[in-house]
């Protein structure tokens, strides 16, 4: 069972850098917010694996907020930083 | 849908019995989550009282008690699990097949929920669901993006839209009939 | 026991080279709105490298404060920078070179 | 291994496999509303069959309701999130892809 749970672990930190290329290429800013977003939902994954497998209990509260978290940055993203800057996003 | 516990409740009056029970009610749901996010330490609960407390309070003022039913809800839980791993599924199935089978598409889907707290409700559950995506919350449509739109999603929605109803126990015209 | 080990091993050096690079990456980028996601991406991945190393409070406060609330700042900083630049006459390269050095 | 420790090596692995469903669709899909679509389900999808994976171990009740706790906040994030991106992407324009 523990090698299960860190070669699960392992793959989803690999699932993880693999959504850096989104961040990098854009093209939109949305896109690289939505990487940011899959980052959120995966490391919460990662985290609630290692607790089982670290037997860490606090984990799960790490991972609670990050839960949490990943949605603040969204809403900021959405409401203060994306205004019409489009334009010169498209063209990179 | 046999459901529907009092019809049309929104924008009424409530009373302060009804506030007195979901007061209850909340309370007794914050204080199964506390008990969950403390792992059911018994010391925490000197901190956890009060938090209850204030914390029904703040939810009581701030959205205050709306009608649903239980029968409702119990029967939604099985369909949107099944449904969301359904959406998960067709999902992946498509990312994974090299030629990519998608034809994404826009549609309006008219409202018959009442507005508030259904819709919002409704538009959430609706990005969770094969296919679908809640785009835009306007006044009397709800504007939904398709990732395949040769399929029948009116239905679908339709289908949606009577569970969501069933859940705060409203009643819906059953067909749209001819509009 | 052996392959948790090697599989741990593996964790920590993907961990730690991605840390790298990404630290690497939002220094020189050109884009500030990049920057800012990949600074999130670290804080992130950071938060699980203290966890790693067995610190699940300073892995907390990082995610909290890290993560959290810096990357909400630093977005709401960017909007206020660009609405400025987009106000004044100011040439465009004045945000530009400051992004790098 | 006892049974129930096979079954949730199994939804363990298969929420897996959601995520990098999710990680391919965020990848290879062509507008922001599509990778939207992506994003939501397979990793919602592939949370929840990870969270019940592991709910099948925990030591207590309180524990598989913490799981299920976490797991119920992500769902309502990435919908809120979703919905939000999706509506701010069509207020500035951003066109649809189209085959």
Known sequence: MQILYFALALFLLLNLVAGMWRVLRGPTAADRMLAAQLFGTTSVAVLLVLAQAMNRGALRDVALVFALLAAVTAVAFVRRAWPDREAKHDTE | ?179 | METVTLLQWAFDVVLGFSLLWIAWLALTSLDLFRAIVLFIAFGLLMALAWVRLDAPDVALAEAAIGAGLTGALLLAALARLESNNATKPTPEKDHQPEAHD | MTPSDLLSAVLLIAGAAFFLAGTLGLLRFPDVYTRLHALTKADNVGLGLVVAGLAMQAESLAGAGKLLLIWLLVLLAGASVAHLVAAAARQRGIKLWRR
Request: glycine share 8%; aromatic share 10%; proline share 7%.
């Open chain 2, 1 to 179: 849908m046999t459901v529907h516990t009092v019809v049309g409740r929104q924008g009424l009056e409530f009373t302060p019995r009804e506030y007195l029970r979901s007061g209850c009610l909340r309370a007794v749901l914050f204080a199964l989550m506390w008990w969950t996010l403390t792992d059911g330490v018994m010391d925490s609960w000197l901190v956890g009282t009060p938090v209850i407390l204030f914390a029904t309070l703040a939810s009581v003022v701030l959205l205050p008690p709306f009608s649903w039913s239980l029968l409702g809800l119990v029967r939604f839980v099985p369909f949107f699990l099944w449904r969301s791993l359904y959406g998960g599924v067709d999902v992946a199935r498509r990312a994974l097949q090299p030629r990519l089978p998608i034809s994404p598409g826009l549609l309006d889907y008219r409202w018959r929920l009442p507005p508030g707290l259904p819709q919002v409700f409704m538009a959430n559950i609706v990005s969770l669901l094969p296919g679908t995506l809640s785009v835009e919350l306007g006044a009397n449509c709800l504007q939904v993006h398709v990732l395949d739109e040769r399929k029948d999603f009116l239905s679908e929605l339709e289908k949606v839209e009577q569970r969501v109803a069933a859940i705060f126990g409203i009643s819906l015209p059953l067909s749209r009939g001819g509009e």
